[in-house]
């Protein structure tokens, strides 16, 4: 057969239903084996959005999404998702084209060096040299990608080894399992629980898989020890539990940083010191168990007593048995704050000013979202908020990035959620700056035939960084831009478009998108003018007095 029929039946042993492109002249031959083929090609308006999208297909359903450019710029436009996927956490392979390696009639035309460009963006890196190699680069790319810690991996595809003559068939995919923990360390876990008074769960983002949940669910029931979680941990457990007590959005003096110093021994599971840690070391006679399939990574504020490295859901498994019954532990102070920060929530979700303020953007979102829908955020100063205040019910519910934390991805999340969720609805919220740069995904998104709302979030200006910028007490300056007609840019597209004039026309306007068929875009002005004062003086001064 041709390498390029050969390279596609690959693919399809691996379980692909989905490839996301921006193809190009040296990807054709490889185009026409998958039109012949049981894979669906998207193609997409940018490589960014391709990447996104089946970086994100693998972040739900655990196998990696696949995503194809061309050589040169092709290829640069991938290392953004290359990186988003490595540093989050999200089994993706990137497969990008290359000229002819034998011979070429167009010298350095396009030419780099992709595959070490990819080298400390990904877990694995080749380019395919010949046709027989096709079978074992494919199941190395595809093993790596999905192995924990899931990532980025990535294959160059010269033009004319595509068009070889190819013998061999794909390498079946053998059954992987995760070493159990050491019963010495599972052991000296359960003498520090025993001997604890207030100990608290801290939930990362390597937590995310759906027997852990599971697992975790039940280690958290049967005990009562209440939990709070990093960004990318929010939906392990359900954040409408009365054991849930925050979530780590802010560097510092947070209600949750109040609770993680009252806390004796910190349970800490699927921690990573890519995301922006809820600096759990800082303070005097915390001990700190590290759960993870693998040993912690020594950090100034990260340097655990204890660690379980094995199977997570077998770590605590073995930790439930040995502590048999739960231990007379006392959490009123860690109660106390937590009703303290769902006070001072409520007491502003209810403004009725406009534009809108995030905490009523938050709490009219959640209010109008059902319990088994997907919401996915780009970057940006809400996404703060939405971390803090917005309770994720379940695995997977809420979907940010506080890994690379880039800009952009949240419209092409969005739509890949929607395609591998089909059942439930979907909503991305977007910045205005972040929306605009992949917002060409809109003409994706309605020939896809999706059904998918986009809140656009208006504040003409790069919010987060004034926010940095008038904490650090400068004068407001160079973040300020122009935006064009939201409702009428998404007409433009073919999806329905809508302005929002009122706060009270917000929540009301969302529910009625979600029950119609199609894209809608929602421009929403939005205030971040309270949020120095707030973030940086009311709360602290606050959770410093508990």
């Keep these: 057969m041709k390498a390029s029929d050969l390279f596609v039946r690959c693919l399809e042993s691996e379980g692909v239903e989905y490839v996301f492109a921006v193809p190009g002249e040296e ?22 959005g391709a990447g996104f999208m089946a970086s994100t297909l693998g972040r739900l359903t655990g196998r990696p999404g696949v995503a194809l450019s061309t050589l040169g710029p092709g290829a640069t436009n991938l290392v953004t998702p290359a990186a988003y996927a490595q540093l989050g956490g999200m089994p993706m392979v990137l497969l990008t084209g290359q000229k002819p390696i034998r011979s070429s009639k167009q010298g350095a035309f396009q030419i780099i060096d992709v595959v070490d460009m990819m080298a400390p963006l990904t877990k694995y890196t080749r380019q395919i040299v010949g046709a027989g190699y096709i079978p074992a680069r494919i199941r190395e790319a595809f093993r790596l990608a999905s192995e924990e810690r899931p990532g980025a991996t990535h294959l160059e595809i010269p033009e004319d080894i595509l ?18 923990a050491d019963e010495e360390s599972v052991r000296a876990a359960t003498t520090l629980l025993k001997e604890a008074r207030s100990p608290l769960l801290v939930i990362g983002s390597g937590a995310n898989r759906t027997r852990i949940c599971g697992r975790i669910a039940d280690f958290v029931e049967a005990f009562r020890i209440p939990y709070i979680t990093t960004q990318m941990g929010k939906g392990v457990l359900d954040e409408g539990s009365d054991l849930y007590v925050g979530t780590a959005a802010l560097s510092s003096d947070d209600f949750v940083h109040r609770a993680v110093e009252t806390a004796d021994v910190l349970v800490n599971v699927g921690h990573t010191v890519v995301e922006k840690p809820p600096f759990l070391m800082e303070h005097n006679g915390v001990r700190v168990i590290h759960i993870d399939v693998s040993s912690a990574q020594v950090d100034p504020v990260y340097f655990p007593q204890v660690e379980v490295v094995g199977d997570i859901a077998h770590s605590f498994h073995r930790l439930s048995d040995h502590l048999g019954e739960a231990p007379e532990w006392d959490f009123s102070h860690i109660s106390r704050i937590r ?3 769902h006070r001072h929530f409520d007491e502003r979700a209810g403004s009725s000013d406009f534009p809108i303020k995030p905490e009523r953007l938050v709490a009219d979102t959640r209010r109008t979202l059902p319990r088994k829908s997907i919401l996915t955020l780009d970057n940006g100063m809400y996404k703060i908020w939405f971390a803090r205040n917005y309770p994720a019910y379940g695995q997977n519910s809420l979907l940010l990035d506080n890994a690379l934390a880039t800009m952009g991805a949240g419209l ?25 740069m992949n917002s060409q995904e ?43 007609d939201f ?60």
């Design 487 to 546: 409702a009428a840019y998404a007409q433009a597209y073919g999806a329905r478009g809508h302005r929002v004039e009122q706060t009270e026309d917000y929540a009301p306007l969302l529910a009625s998108c979600l029950e119609r068929s199609g894209v809608d875009v929602i421009e929403l002005p939005i205030t971040y003018e309270d949020d120095d004062r707030v973030l940086n003086q009311e709360i602290p001064e606050l959770a410093r007095s508990l």
């Design 442 to 484: 809109l003409e994706t998104a309605v020939r896809l035939e999706l059904d998918l709302v986009v809140v656009v979030l208006r504040d003409d200006a790069y919010g987060m960084i004034r926010w940095k910028q008038k904490e650090m007490g400068f004068p407001d300056y160079g973040l300020s831009y122009g935006n064009p």
């Design 412 to 436: 092409p999340s969005a739509m890949a959620a929607r395609l591998v969720r089909p059942d439930r609805p979907v909503v991305a919220i977007c910045g205005d700056g972040g929306f605009m």
């Design 339 to 341: 009703e303290a920060a």
């Design 27 to 48: 990807n054709v031959d490889l185009l026409e084996s998958l039109r012949n083929s049981s894979i669906r090609l998207i193609v997409t308006r940018h490589e960014q």
């Design 163 to 180: 068009t070889d003559e190819a013998e061999g068939s794909p390498l079946t995919p053998s059954r992987v399992r995760i070493p159990v």
